[in-house]
Structures are given as structure tokens and as C-alpha cells.
């Protein structure tokens, strides 16, 4: 089997998030968008459909031996090495206009995220990680800025996102996100991969929430463990399998838990 090192496994990530932008950009804001909703009663539209399926078959013809898992075309959890690929992270807000979605492909080797992409054109801008190797930003033709997280030690001094107040409701937990909200400078529902790159790059302090699955995080993990922060799940346990998130630089991370774990 080829011997790939992290640079060339992120290139390959780089290039499939350039090839699944153009698909994506081009169809939002389309009249002709098509929705359909899901078994799970999400929506789904078919921009998620046919930027997974570019991804998929980037890397069936790049690392034809790795394993694929995807949310709209599925695959199992499995060892060794696995693409983990969330083709439009923020479908709501995509569907609806809003420019807060993005493409998330990571890289994980026996269940570790290793190398993770986030790509939001909408928001014309990309970050990315591969471990050991510092995390990163850019606006198209930028230069690359190395993100690191914001040095707030107090909640008091912190902004959070609790990202969605009904999901922390619909897991019995909203007396937290108050909790949370209180004890907090300032607290915002910004959602889906956008709050997790905010955090990164030091424009907010706290992530949380609740009910997620391993495409909706594992590309996150890399970038923000790498730019200086924690990803954990709200009780404390590492990523990426699915659950709840608990994303801090840091400093905040053992205060924001304690807090969390009070109820
Ligand atoms: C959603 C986003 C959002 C989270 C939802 C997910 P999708 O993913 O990750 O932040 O709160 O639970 O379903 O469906 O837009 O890829
Ligand atoms: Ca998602
Ligand atoms: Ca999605
Ligand atoms: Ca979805």
C-alpha cells in the first residue's frame, strides 16, 4: 500500500474541497434548488447530493484503498484510514439563503481526525489542518494566516455560541444554555461549522451543543486542537464519534465544564 504523509493526504483535501466549491457555489441561491426531506425528517437538498458525490469519487480515484464515510451516501465507522465528509454542513442555512454553510472533509486514521478542511464559499473563506502541522485560513488568492485561539480565561470575559436553543431543549438541558448564557460576557446562536472556525481563529471563546454526528465534527477537531483549543464532548470525553460538543481554547474548557456538568 502507498505510504502517504499528513502534507500530501491535506493537499489531496485541499483540492477536494476546491472541486466540490464550484459544484456547491453554483447551485445556491438557484431557483431551481430541489429539497427533499430525509427519513430522519431533515432536509436534503440536491447540492448536498452531488458535492458529496464529487468528493467521494475524488477520493475513490486518489486513495482508492481508504474507507468513505459520508452523510448522504453513508458508510460505516471503521479503522485505519477513513475520509469522513460532510458535503454542505449548515443545509437550513443553505436552503434559506444564508451564507453560513460549508463543506467539511477530514482525514481520520483509527478514529483519530488527522487532517481536516472546512470550505464555505458562500463566506469566501477555507481553514485547515493537519496534525502537528498548525491549523490555517484563507480568503480566496490570500495569503494563509496560522489561526490560534482566543487567550480569555474568565467565561465572565467570554463570547459562546450555545448554537441552537431548541437543541439543548430537545436534550432536556436548556436551564444549561442559560447557565451558560449568564455566566458569560456574551452569548450568540451562530451554528453549524462557522461558530467551530470563529473559535479557531479567536473570535469566540466557547462552542456548544448538542446531538451532532462524526461528519459534523471530525473535520473541526484537527483545526482547532491545532490552532490551540480543546474538542471534547460536554461530559469530557474526546471526539469524534457523535454526541455532544464542547469546543473552547482551552483555558475555558475545565471552567465551561464544571459548569455543563452541574445538572
Ligand atoms: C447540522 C449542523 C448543525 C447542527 C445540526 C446538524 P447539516 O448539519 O451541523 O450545526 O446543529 O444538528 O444537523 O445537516 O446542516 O449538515
Ligand atoms: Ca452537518
Ligand atoms: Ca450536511
Ligand atoms: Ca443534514
Not at 431533515?42 to 459520508?70: K, M, N, W, Y
Not at 439543548?168 to 450568540?188: F, H, N, T, Y
Not at 479557531?200 to 471563546?205: C, P, Q, V
Not at 483549543?229 to 455532544?244: A, H, L, N
Amino acid at each position: 500500500m502507498p505510504d502517504y504523509t499528513l502534507s500530501d493526504d491535506l493537499s489531496l483535501a485541499l483540492a477536494l474541497a476546491a472541486a466540490a466549491d464550484l459544484v456547491s457555489i453554483d447551485r445556491f441561491r438557484a431557483a431551481d434548488l430541489r429539497v427533499t426531506t430525509k427519513p430522519d425528517r431533515t432536509p436534503v437538498t440536491d447540492a448536498d447530493q452531488a458535492t458529496e458525490r464529487i468528493i467521494r469519487e475524488g477520493i475513490e480515484a486518489a486513495r482508492p484503498a481508504d474507507s468513505i464515510l459520508g452523510e448522504e451516501y453513508g458508510g460505516e465507522r471503521r479503522a485505519g484510514r477513513q475520509w469522513i465528509v460532510d458535503p454542505i454542513d449548515g443545509t437550513a442555512n443553505y436552503l434559506r439563503g444564508v451564507p453560513n454553510w460549508g463543506t467539511l472533509i477530514a482525514l481520520a486514521i483509527d478514529g483519530v481526525p488527522v487532517v481536516g478542511v472546512v470550505s464555505a464559499p458562500a463566506l469566501r473563506q477555507r481553514w485547515w489542518a493537519a496534525r502537528g502541522h498548525g491549523a490555517f485560513t484563507a480568503e480566496p488568492g490570500g495569503d494563509p494566516r496560522a489561526l490560534r485561539v482566543s487567550g480569555v480565561a474568565s467565561l465572565a470575559d467570554a463570547s459562546v455560541s450555545y448554537n441552537s436553543l431548541k437543541g439543548w431543549d430537545e436534550v432536556g438541558r436548556i436551564d444549561d444554555a442559560i447557565a451558560l448564557s449568564r455566566a458569560a460576557w456574551r452569548s450568540r446562536a451562530i451554528g453549524d461549522m462557522w461558530a467551530y472556525m470563529l473559535l479557531a481563529e479567536g473570535a469566540l471563546d466557547v462552542v456548544s451543543e448538542f446531538d451532532l454526528q462524526p461528519y459534523d465534527m471530525a473535520a473541526l477537531i484537527p483545526i482547532i486542537e491545532e490552532a490551540g483549543g480543546r474538542f471534547t464532548s460536554v461530559d469530557g470525553t474526546p471526539g469524534p464519534w457523535g454526541g455532544s460538543a464542547l469546543a473552547t481554547n482551552g483555558l475555558l474548557h475545565e471552567e465551561t465544564a464544571t459548569l455543563l456538568g452541574r445538572a
